[in-house]
């Protein structure tokens, strides 16, 4: 292996590892299914193991390598066309990071890179790359490549067992506030932050509470303020509140209107829906309770991780976070909650 030219131009020996290596996957020279001695590695780079791993890492989780400790070896985890799609998908995420602040940079690349696909079928164009020249060029294609890029598939009660241990087990400690403040991050088109509402407002809770429902993308946010669904979803969303196990029947919230459902203003009246991004923006304190619900899985643990710590931020002592179905806090991250309900994804901040 040659030594690098670039040495000087970067500011860590980790870098020199990372660029060195994902050139070589990127031009073929390490086709997939290459194996690299880590020792030996370290020795032709002329550095220690120590930013070798931290390479790794990074390119790890661009699904580039893989480290199989059991042999002290690295493994080269895709060939050069396959880390080449994978690269543009990345140029792409730099470009609207750049030209629009938007930073999807550290989402794990493999729905990244289904996405970017979805939304290049869509737009017509041949390639990636084409795309990326697109919205760097013409603002107004940008709003649907975001839609496309994030996933905004959402219901009312989602898996309600998740609600039904809400209402068992938080409210009765909520209740115990005179003031609450929740928050929803990726609220979506609005449905988990309208449920959210409906369980306060069942328990008599409403009337001190205010809800912050938060989502990267204006165009779901424009839909969660209407507060209109499709009759069909709303079918959907009642048999979830009827699961839970829900005080009335859901359409008492809303008003049929040919196919669709509106809901009430009255549970409108608390809730503020505005723009926010989870990984660039500061967050707001004093949150009793920090919904972040099937939005951690499209990003990579590190990001999950930079996340988490502002969510700690955020929250007052004793105060709530909800994840997702598929989603955990990582084991033995050192961030300051506690497992509260495991089965349901609560976690308590332990400020
Ligand atoms: C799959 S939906 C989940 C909606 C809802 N929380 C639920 O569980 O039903 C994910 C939402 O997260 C939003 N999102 C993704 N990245 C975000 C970010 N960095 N900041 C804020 N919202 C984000 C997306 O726009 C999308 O609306």
Not at 17 to 44: C, D, F, K, V, W
Not at 283 to 307: D, H, S
Request: with cysteine.
């Amino acid at each position: 292996m040659t030594s690098p030219q670039v040495t000087n131009v970067f500011s860590s020996k980790s870098d020199v590892a990372y660029h060195e290596l994902r050139r070589l996957i990127l031009t073929g020279a390490l086709p997939a299914g290459s194996r690299l001695a880590q020792y030996e590695l370290a020795e032709n780079l002329g550095m220690s193991i120590t930013p070798l791993r931290e390479a790794i890492r990074k390119l790890s989780s661009e699904n580039l390598v893989d480290l199989d400790t059991h042999r002290n070896v690295y493994v080269a985890r895709i060939g050069a066309t396959e880390a080449r799609k994978l690269f543009e998908v990345r140029l792409l995420l730099e470009a609207i990071h750049a030209r629009y602040g938007f930073d999807l940079r550290d989402y794990s690349l493999s729905s990244m890179r289904r996405r970017a696909r979805a939304a290049l079928a869509r737009s017509g164009l041949r390639h990636l790359g084409e795309l990326q020249h697109h919205i760097l060029c013409d603002p107004s294609s940008f709003p649907q490549v975001l839609d496309d890029l994030t996933v905004r598939v959402t219901e009312m009660f989602r898996d309600p067992s998740f609600y039904r241990l809400f209402c068992q087990r938080v409210l009765p400690i909520l209740r115990t506030y005179p003031l609450l403040k929740l928050w929803h991050g990726g609220c979506s088109s609005g449905e988990e932050a309208y449920a959210s509402a409906i369980l306060l407002e069942e328990a008599g809770l409403y009337d001190r509470a205010q809800i912050y429902a938060t989502d990267l993308n204006p165009a779901v946010l424009e839909q969660a303020r209407q507060g209109v669904y499709s009759a069909e979803r709303f079918a959907v969303f009642a048999e979830n509140y009827a699961r839970y196990g829900g005080g009335s029947a859901l359409s008492v919230y809303g008003t049929m209107a040919y196919d669709q459902v509106a809901l009430r203003d009255a549970l409108k009246r608390n809730i503020l829906f505005f723009q926010h991004d989870l990984v660039s923006d500061h967050v707001f304190g004093e949150m009793n309770v920090i919904f972040c619900r099937n939005v951690f899985i499209y990003f990579t643990p590190q990001l999950r991780e930079r996340v988490l710590r502002k969510f700690a931020q955020s929250l007052c002592p004793g105060g709530f976070l909800c994840l997702g179905g598929g989603e955990r806090l990582p084991a033995a991250s050192g961030l300051p909650f506690s497992e509260f309900a495991r089965e349901e994804r609560i976690y308590r901040y332990e400020g």
